[in-house]
C-alpha cells in the first residue's frame, strides 16, 4: 500500500539542517554512480505547463517522478523492482527546502574563506530558503538584501531574521553586490540583473531563478569573469540554464568548461580556490528524491502519519 504526505506533515518531518546533510549525500552518490536521472521536461497546455523531471537511486531501488503544474507540485516514489508505489508526497514545502539546500552545500564547498557579507537579490518565497541554508553552512555574520518593493524587502528581512543570530540590512543592489562575499540572486527575471562590475575579488555567485531557457540573472560579461562554473546537472543546464545557454552560445564559455557539483563535492573544496566561482543551480530530481527518501523512512518509523490508501 501507498502512502500519501501532506506539505504540513513534511514540514513536521525534516528541516533545513537535515535537508543540507541529505542533499549533501546525494551528491556524493551521483559522483559514485548511485544515481540516475532524467532531466526536467515541459509540456504546454492552453494556459499552465507540466514539468516533469526523475531520478533513480541504486542502493535504494527507488525511482522518484517529481511533476508539478501550478499549484499541483508532488513526487512519486516507486519500488524500482517491482513497480509498486510507495509514496506519493506533496513538494510545496519540500521543493524550496531542497532547492535552498543545494545552494548551502554549493556554499559549504565553493564560498571564499571566512565569508562575512551575504547578499539576497530577490527577497521572495525561496529567498527565505537561500538565507537560512547558507547561513547554516557559512558563518556569515551579515544579510543584505536588496527588492524591488521596499514594504516586503522589510518584511522579508522581519520574518526571516527572527530565526538567524545575523544583522540584516536593505541596501540598493549594487551596494549589495560590492559588499558581498556570496551574492544569491533569487528572482523569475527574464533579463540579466548584474554584469559583475561590482563584485569583489574572491566571491561566490549563486543563481537560482535563471532555471529557464527564457529566464536570466547574470550576463554574459559577469560568466566572463568567473573563474570556474559549477551546476547542479549538466543535462538539465543545457536546456534550462538560460544564462549558460546563452554564454555558450555566444562563445563565452563552453559546456565542457562547467563543472557538476559532485565532482567538487567528491573531491573537497577545491584548493587553491578560484577566485570568483558562479553556481548556477536549476533544480534536479535527486535533490526531491533527497528529501523524499528522508520525510518516507520519517514516516514508516513513526508508524504512518500519512494516510494509507490501497489503489492510487
Known amino acids: 500500500m501507498a502512502l500519501l504526505i501532506g506539505e504540513k506533515e513534511t514540514r513536521r518531518l525534516i528541516d533545513m539542517g537535515r535537508a543540507l546533510t541529505v542533499v549533501e549525500k546525494i551528491f556524493h552518490d551521483r559522483a559514485s554512480g548511485k544515481m540516475r536521472s532524467l532531466a526536467r521536461r515541459r509540456l504546454k497546455a492552453s494556459q499552465k505547463q507540466l514539468n516533469v523531471m526523475a531520478a533513480w537511486h541504486a542502493a535504494w531501488d527507488l525511482i522518484c517522478l517529481r511533476a508539478y503544474a501550478g499549484k499541483a507540485n508532488t513526487i512519486t516514489l516507486y519500488n524500482g523492482r517491482t513497480g509498486e508505489i510507495r509514496a506519493i508526497i506533496h513538494m510545496g514545502y519540500l521543493s524550496s527546502l531542497r532547492t535552498g539546500a543545494a545552494s548551502g552545500v554549493a556554499a559549504k564547498y565553493l564560498a571564499p574563506p571566512e565569508p562575512r557579507v551575504l547578499g539576497i537579490i530577490g527577497p521572495g518565497w525561496q529567498a527565505t530558503f537561500q538565507v537560512e541554508a547558507v547561513a ?5 555574520g551579515q544579510v543584505m538584501v536588496s527588492g524591488r518593493n521596499p514594504k516586503k524587502t522589510k518584511e522579508f528581512i522581519r520574518q526571516v531574521g527572527k530565526g538567524l543570530s545575523v544583522e540584516f540590512k536593505e541596501a540598493p543592489a549594487p551596494e549589495v553586490e560590492a559588499a558581498s562575499d556570496i551574492l544569491v540572486l533569487a528572482t523569475d527575471s527574464t533579463a540579466p540583473l548584474t554584469g559583475g562590475n561590482g563584485l569583489k575579488d574572491d566571491v561566490l555567485v549563486i543563481s537560482m531563478g535563471a532555471n529557464q531557457a527564457v529566464k536570466h540573472e547574470v550576463s554574459g560579461d559577469l560568466i566572463r569573469r568567473m573563474d570556474l562554473v559549477v551546476t547542479d546537472d549538466l ?3 543545457q536546456t534550462d540554464s538560460g544564462d549558460l545557454i546563452a554564454a555558450c552560445q555566444a562563445g ?6 562547467v563543472v557538476p557539483l559532485e565532482k567538487i563535492v567528491a573531491s573537497g573544496r577545491p584548493e587553491p580556490r578560484p577566485r570568483k566561482i558562479l553556481f ?6 535527486d535533490e526531491d528524491l533527497a528529501v523524499g527518501y528522508y520525510v518516507l523512512n520519517q514516516v514508516q518509523r513513526k508508524k504512518g ?8
Not at 548556477?280 to 530530481?285: E, K, T, V
Not at 502519519?305 to 492510487?312: L, T
Open 136 to 140: 547554516r553552512s557559512c558563518l556569515v
Open 235 to 237: 543535462a538539465t543546464a
Open 252 to 257: 563565452t564559455i563552453r559546456w565542457e568548461d
Open 280 to 285: 548556477q543551480s536549476n533544480g534536479i530530481a
Open 305 to 312: 502519519r500519512g494516510k494509507r490508501v490501497s489503489e492510487i
